[in-house]
């Protein structure tokens, strides 16, 4: 099959051998031996993380995006109140979901492209006493920042939030240890960096404190956290009809990951990085973070000031090149965006580096 590199946040490239897992025989979901392949899926998410002891994972079909809304409409009670950190697309897009379903919440807004300053965040959480929980992205695909997980779930346990991570991009490119970072709610899905395709997304949520919202007034049904996981509890089988070949998609992909390792895994995506930062070097491009704040798993790029300079037209030139690229997303500068994640590795990010010099080159912008 022909191999495309994609160098997009997700849906990212994906092995032949998920690929292939795609094709099974025509199943029921409602049979036992599909029931037995999603508990084993299940089970393999939350080992991802080291959560195996305390969390339990609560499957949705849907994009990543369903189980975002399915956390933020499932756990905060009627006299709750959430904090979001808005230093991104994703950090936006979850207070949207918020004001959708008239939850009480504070937003910390930030410029996209801004670190969040910890002490600023303790100053709101101290004037707003109603807070119970708080919801931020881990890595913000839309600038490439890693927010600092430690110092916001310490700030949580201090103030007795409950957290709400959005890891969809950073779950399984880097690791997370839910019995050090014990995070409450982490939201990801099947096909960024586990490498699965996408129709799944999951929430992994703390035993504890998922049984705690069997008392949360249900505010829909179909993504409601709670419904879904008693369901899955008493049956073994999805709520409602699942992407049965994706399920099988993402079984292979999660076999992979532990094949490969987290460490592995780490290591492939950070060569790849690096890789890409030398390419960036030889273009004499400006990078819209300073490198301590790059989580290594996507890169924004600030886009050259030339008139010469299109990014459709460099689109259609990696295109053909069966590689592809991704705009910018409302950061404070203007960027394209190039994300190392998937089953790529150094040698793709150097053919990409050749398209790019090549690129400049022809349009004499470097
Ligand atoms: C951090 C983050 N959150 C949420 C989403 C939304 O996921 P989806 O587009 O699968 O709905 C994305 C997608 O790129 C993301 O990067």
Request: hydrophobic share 35%; with cysteine.
């Amino acid at each position: 099959m022909k191999r495309n590199i994609l160098l997009n946040p997700g849906p990212a490239t994906t092995t032949d051998t998920v690929k292939q897992a795609l094709m099974v025989p025509d199943i029921c979901p409602r049979e036992e031996e599909f029931g037995e392949l999603t508990q084993s899926v299940l089970k393999k998410i939350v080992e991802v993380v080291n959560g195996e002891s305390t969390h339990s994972t609560v499957i949705f079909a849907g994009s990543g995006t369903a189980g975002v809304e399915a956390a933020l409409c499932s756990v905060v009670p009627e006299n709750g109140k959430i904090l979001i950190l808005d230093n991104g697309a994703y950090g936006k897009r979850a207070e949207t979901i918020i004001q959708a379903y008239g939850i009480s919440h504070r937003t910390i807004r930030i410029e996209w492209g801004d670190f969040p300053d910890i002490s600023q965040i303790e100053t709101v959480i101290k004037e707003e006493p109603k807070l119970t929980h708080f919801f931020f992205v881990h890595h913000e695909t839309t600038t490439g920042m890693l927010n600092p997980l430690a110092e916001i779930l310490e700030l949580c346990e201090k103030y007795e939030l409950d957290s709400i991570v959005d890891a969809m991009s950073s779950y399984a490119g880097l690791p997370i240890d839910l019995q050090r970072q014990p995070i409450d709610y982490l939201i990801s899905s099947s096909n960024k960096c586990i490498q699965g395709m996408a129709g799944v997304s999951f929430v992994i949520a703390n035993k504890e404190r998922l049984k705690a919202t069997s008392n949360v007034q249900p505010r829909n049904l179909y993504l409601n956290l709670w419904g879904n996981h008693s369901y899955i509890e008493q049956t073994g089988q999805f709520q409602f009809t699942p992407p049965v070949q994706i399920v099988y998609a993402l079984d292979q992909a999660l076999d992979e990951f532990f094949k490969e390792t987290q460490s592995g895994r780490t290591a492939r995506y950070v060569r790849s990085y690096e890789t890409l930062l030398e390419g960036i070097e030889q273009t004499g491009l400006e990078m819209l973070l300073p490198e301590s704040q790059h989580s290594k798993l996507l890169t924004a790029i600030v886009e050259p000031k030339s008139a010469e300079y299109n990014f459709k037209e460099m689109h259609d030139h990696f295109y053909e090149n069966d590689v592809t690229i991704y705009p910018g997303k409302g950061a404070k500068k203007d960027t394209f965006r190039i994300a190392n994640i998937g089953a790529i590795d150094y040698r793709d990010m150097k053919v990409f580096n050749e398209l790019m010099l090549q690129y400049f080159q022809e349009k004499k912008i470097i």
